[in-house]
């Protein structure tokens, strides 16, 4: 039976050992301290969790991994993006025989595709697989920008059902929610509680990787209590969080956060550096601020 995608799912970081293996142990523990917590989904093998980073191998364990861990509790999707369409068929297609909930897929991020190369990509993606797929727009990274009248065309797609939506046009929300219909549910990327506000039915975060309970209830808020003025004041108290995994730190400084908190997830593998000292102390100065601790 396809569950049905709601609420704060956090692309999830993923740990590595003091010798930059993937650590299991500790993505278990984090799986388990997440739902614990109350996020509603996970999502590895995204941008987050360095999937261009890992061999297939790896991947593969992650996925395992974080599957077990979930149980069941919360729907999990995998990252299963490449520049290959074939290639992001057989990654999506083994998500599936591994139990995944749902894939997320970024477009080809190199060839800069046409927006009819791109409805091909995702209905062959969609046509191979019997699990959602959630279109992923993020053209700061992919070389190409998802506009609503372009996503509009793959919401005709039979299985692409969601959209993260990663841009900081709110108003893209509304124009999706007006051109789609109930044929594609949006979720916000890099905007949260501006994207519930706006009508998005959730939120693929980077911030819950630290904070899951807090950007939980923001959606819950505003959501399924429409308590709005009470989710501002919640979102404006972690705004220092969201902003500080925002840019090109968010691999990093999403872990440096889980080291002050109590957490060791080790370092991004190259090119992605360890943060700097001045951000370091930054990172310490928001745990503390906010008194977040995880007890994964």
């Not at 057989?90 to 997320?104: E, F, N, Y």
């Not at 991020?109 to 995702?122: L, M, N």
Request: hydrophobic share 45%; glycine share 8%; charged share 25%.
């Amino acid at each position: 039976m396809t569950k049905t995608f709601r609420g704060v799912y956090t692309v999830m970081i993923t740990p590595m050992t003091q010798q930059g293996d993937v650590d299991l142990a500790a993505l278990a523990r984090f799986t388990d301290w997440q739902i614990r917590e109350g996020i509603h989904g996970l999502i590895p093998l995204g941008s987050t969790g360095e999937f261009l980073s890992l061999s297939e191998e790896e991947r593969d364990d992650v996925i395992r991994t974080v599957i077990a861990t979930a149980a069941g509790r919360v729907p999990v999707l995998i990252g299963t993006g490449a520049e290959d369409t074939r290639e992001a068929v057989r990654l999506s297609r083994k998500a599936q025989d591994m139990g995944a909930d749902g894939v997320m897929v970024i477009p080809p991020f190199y060839s800069t595709p046409t927006d009819d190369e791109i409805v091909h990509h995702y209905a062959q993606i969609a046509a191979a697989i019997d699990i959602p797929v959630m279109v992923y727009n993020n053209p700061a990274t992919a070389n190409v920008d998802l506009k609503p009248a372009l996503i509009a065309r793959l919401a005709e797609i039979d299985g692409c059902d969601y959209i993260k939506e990663s841009t900081l046009e709110v108003t893209r929300i509304r124009d999706i929610i007006r051109l789609c219909g109930d044929r594609l549910t949006p979720f916000g990327g890099i905007l949260g509680f501006e994207s519930f506000v706006m009508g998005a039915q959730g939120w693929v975060a980077v911030a819950s990787n630290v904070a899951p309970h807090a950007m939980s209830r923001i959606f819950e808020l505003v959501a399924d209590e429409g308590k709005i003025d009470e989710a501002r004041a919640l979102y404006l108290q972690y705004l220092p969080l969201i902003e500080a995994v925002g840019g090109q730190y968010y691999v990093a400084g999403t872990k440096t956060l889980l080291r002050h908190m109590g957490f060791e997830v080790g370092s991004p593998r190259p090119p992605r550096l360890p943060l700097p000292a001045d951000r370091d102390t930054l990172m310490a100065g928001i745990v503390r601020d906010l008194d977040l601790h995880c007890d994964a």
